[in-house]
């Protein structure tokens, strides 16, 4: 079971998927991710009838064709052998869909949107959604704050349905005034994707969790969820940065206990999390975050408890909610893809439970 080693692995992480973001130059894609040798045929095959017999009986947990998974934990191997490898390897673990983390190929050369898309559909893959930064500082940067039409007209290129940041809405700072002011820019970014028929979604690391500066009392998520319109911002929880956030962040600064479990915050409005990042993590009270993070299957989170929850306690939910599969940094990223769809595919639970 590998551990990371980086001393800050949310910031690395943080730093790193900004580089992928948006319609990235190859060269800079090229900078960012190192070469990594491909898989080989053996090591690949069809993942569902090994799932099923690891499973046992009863049904499966996943839903049937809502397995994705998000493409930063594969950027080694986009930038190596392009999509189309990548695409053709992650049908045969039995993927349905795919989060992209940039449109570019880096070192394995251009690519047209059109072509993207068409890569995709013809490897039996649905585009779900993808990641571009809130803001810059540069006007001419791809971002929602900077260049909102673009970034909606390259995700109606590609036909997605949603479209989101992994950026917290930390533009003005970290108090509630601070956070209104972002939440009102999520509304106007939610207003403009719905008019093209998309979900504008904030994807969280475990900042978002915090207490306000200003107000030790209040929790910079609950103003989030309060000050955006649930019809215009959705979530894409990443379940195991919320955890973190569960470990550090169940008290004030003052001491005064303020648990949390993030899977209530979804069973309270499950309309707004379509989307979810499923990764995992052993459990580590001497770090930062109380958690390494792991491949998934091979930590500590119970995803056949949360995945029935969710999908049991929402409305239709085997059919609203998306599951994609991430690692930050994987020792072998298609091994990690492989055995994290094998995990999720043989997750069973009976009717009556």
Same mark, same amino acid.
């Given at each position: 079971?590998?551990?990371?080693? @980086?001393?800050?692995?949310?910031?690395? *992480?943080?730093?790193?998927?900004?580089?992928?973001? #948006?319609?990235?130059?190859?060269?800079?894609?090229?900078?960012?991710?190192?070469?990594?040798?491909?898989?080989?045929?053996?090591?690949?095959?069809?993942?569902?009838?090994?799932?099923?017999?690891?499973?046992?009986?009863?049904?499966?947990?996943?839903?049937?064709?809502?397995?994705?998974? @998000?493409?930063?934990?594969?950027?080694?191997? $986009?930038?190596?052998?392009?999509?189309?490898?990548?695409?053709?390897?992650?049908?045969?673990?039995?993927?349905?869909? $795919?989060?992209?983390?940039?449109?570019? @190929?880096?070192?394995?050369?251009?690519?047209?949107?059109? @072509?993207?898309?068409?890569?995709?559909?013809? *490897?039996?893959?649905?585009?779900?959604?993808?990641?571009?930064?809130?803001?810059?500082?540069?006007?001419?940067?791809?971002?929602?704050?900077?260049?909102?039409?673009?970034?909606?007209?390259?995700?109606?290129?590609?036909?997605?349905?949603?479209?989101?940041?992994?950026?917290?809405?930390?533009?003005? #700072?970290?108090? $509630?005034?601070?956070?209104?002011?972002?939440?009102?820019?999520?509304?106007?970014?939610?207003?403009?994707?719905?008019?093209?028929?998309?979900?504008?979604?904030?994807?969280?690391?475990?900042?978002?969790?915090? =207490?306000?500066?200003?107000?030790?009392?209040?929790?910079?998520?609950?103003?989030?969820l309060a000050e955006t319109d649930p019809d215009l911002v959705f979530l894409e929880m990443d379940i195991f940065w919320a955890y973190a956030g569960q470990f550090r962040f169940s008290q004030q600064v003052d001491g005064t206990p303020r648990p949390f479990d993030p899977l209530r915050y979804v069973l309270k409005q499950p309309h707004r999390y379509p989307l979810f990042h499923v990764k995992d993590g052993t459990k580590d009270p001497t770090s930062t975050y109380g958690y390494r993070m792991t491949d998934v299957g091979d930590g500590d989170i119970d995803?056949?408890? =949360?995945?029935?929850?969710?999908?049991?306690?929402? *409305?239709?939910?085997?059919?609203?909610? *998306?599951?994609?599969?991430?690692?930050?940094?994987?020792?072998?990223?298609?091994?990690?893809?492989?055995?994290?769809?094998?995990?999720?595919?043989?997750?069973?639970?009976?009717?009556?439970?």
């Amino acid at each position: 079971m590998r551990r990371m080693s @980086q001393p800050d692995p949310e910031l690395t *992480h943080r730093l790193t998927r900004r580089g992928m973001l #948006g319609v990235a130059a190859g060269a800079t894609a090229a900078a960012l991710l190192g070469a990594a040798a491909p898989a080989t045929a053996a090591t690949s095959g069809a993942t569902t009838g090994s799932a099923t017999a690891a499973g046992g009986r009863g049904r499966p947990v996943l839903p049937p064709g809502r397995l994705g998974i @998000q493409l930063y934990s594969l950027r080694d191997k $986009v930038s190596t052998l392009g999509f189309a490898a990548v695409f053709a390897e992650l049908k045969k673990y039995g993927y349905d869909e $795919v989060e992209y983390a940039g449109y570019t @190929q880096g070192s394995a050369g251009a690519i047209t949107l059109a @072509q993207l898309k068409q890569l995709t559909r013809d *490897h039996g893959l649905n585009a779900i959604g993808s990641h571009v930064g809130y803001y810059s500082n540069d006007p001419n940067a791809y971002t929602f704050a900077t260049n909102l039409t673009k970034v909606l007209d390259d995700a109606e290129a590609l036909g997605l349905k949603h479209i989101g940041t992994a950026s917290g809405p930390f533009r003005y #700072g970290d108090t $509630v005034d601070a956070w209104k002011r972002a939440a009102e820019e999520f509304n106007t970014y939610g207003a403009a994707a719905r008019k093209r028929g998309m979900k504008f979604y904030q994807h969280n690391h475990s900042e978002e969790f915090m =207490f306000a500066s200003d107000k030790p009392s209040v929790r910079l998520y609950d103003v989030l969820l309060a000050e955006t319109d649930p019809d215009l911002v959705f979530l894409e929880m990443d379940i195991f940065w919320a955890y973190a956030g569960q470990f550090r962040f169940s008290q004030q600064v003052d001491g005064t206990p303020r648990p949390f479990d993030p899977l209530r915050y979804v069973l309270k409005q499950p309309h707004r999390y379509p989307l979810f990042h499923v990764k995992d993590g052993t459990k580590d009270p001497t770090s930062t975050y109380g958690y390494r993070m792991t491949d998934v299957g091979d930590g500590d989170i119970d995803y056949k408890r =949360f995945l029935s929850e969710v999908t049991r306690r929402s *409305h239709n939910g085997r059919r609203y909610h *998306h599951w994609q599969a991430e690692h930050d940094n994987p020792a072998e990223s298609f091994a990690f893809a492989r055995k994290s769809s094998e995990h999720l595919h043989s997750l069973r639970e009976r009717c009556g439970d």
